[in-house]
Nanobody, 124 residues
């Protein structure tokens, strides 16, 4: 079993940047596909980005070109670099993990492990 813990969320002004981290303990992260999801107030949780076990990455249309997902297997950590932030990016950001590669990576129920979330607030 793996435990995931997010960090890095905070209040930032529109146009600013943040880097979120997702540290895994209990298993080596390089066997996992890792994704970021977010949930805005009053909305359903939505897919943001994924880095598959093989290293390929995919993004939602809302964040493509602004966010970058990456991983450092030696540190058992995945990252989400967020640039040019917009108030619409406000929400609770979660990382999720599952062993191996799979095609339905945008589905929440495809993942076995979740962190507790880190709050990102974009406001002036």
């Amino acid at each position: 079993q793996v435990q995931l813990m997010e960090s890095g969320g905070e209040l930032v002004q529109p146009g600013g940047s943040l880097r979120l981290s997702c540290v895994a303990s209990g298993r080596v992260l390089n066997y996992y596909t890792v994704a970021w999801f977010r949930q805005a107030p009053g909305k359903e949780r939505e897919f943001v980005a994924v880095i598959r076990r093989t290293g390929d990455t995919y993004y939602s249309d809302a964040v493509k070109g602004r966010f970058t997902i990456s991983r450092d297997n030696a540190k058992n950590t995945a990252f989400l670099q967020m640039n040019n932030l917009d108030p619409e990016d406000t929400g609770l950001y979660y990382c999720a993990g599952r062993v191996g590669n799979f095609d339905d990576y945008q589905r929440q129920d495809a993942y076995d492990y979740w962190g507790q979330g880190t709050q990102v607030t974009v406001s002036s």
